[in-house]
Nanobody
């Protein structure tokens, strides 16, 4: 099972930016689609963004389109989530996820099988 570890969370003001990173072992994660989910306080976990392994397909939640960008850094073995123009409603625990077998496409949002432990993002008004 691939191991994932998130970092980069923190507390910022409305309009600020944060960059989350998800570290993985490249030898074990080749061929995996990678994604970010989040769980706001008192709510269920929700999809944020996804990236096919070959980088050819991405998907974003409507609520963050145009503000967040998912990408992979092969030099650092990380999948990143650049978050700009942050809003208080972006406050959540952010989780990295992975699903094997999706090099060129994306899995159903419910079908991710590997998860990190999460990193807290808090946006103040």
């Amino acid at each position: 099972q691939v191991q994932l570890a998130e970092s980069g969370g923190g507390e910022v003001q409305t309009g600020d930016s944060l960059r989350l990173s998800c570290a993985y072992s490249r030898l074990t994660v080749a061929g995996y689609a990678m994604a970010w989910f989040r769980q706001p306080p008192g709510k269920e976990r929700e999809f944020v963004a996804a990236l096919a392994w070959n980088g050819g397909r991405t998907d974003y939640a409507e609520s963050i389109k145009g503000r967040f960008t998912i990408s992979r850094d092969d030099a650092r073995n990380t999948v990143n989530l650049q978050m700009n123009s942050l809003k208080p409603e972006d406050t959540a625990v952010y989780y990295c996820a992975a699903r094997h077998g999706y090099s060129t496409s994306l899995p159903p949002k419910w079908d991710y099988t590997a998860w990190g432990h999460g990193t807290q993002v808090t946006i103040y008004p």
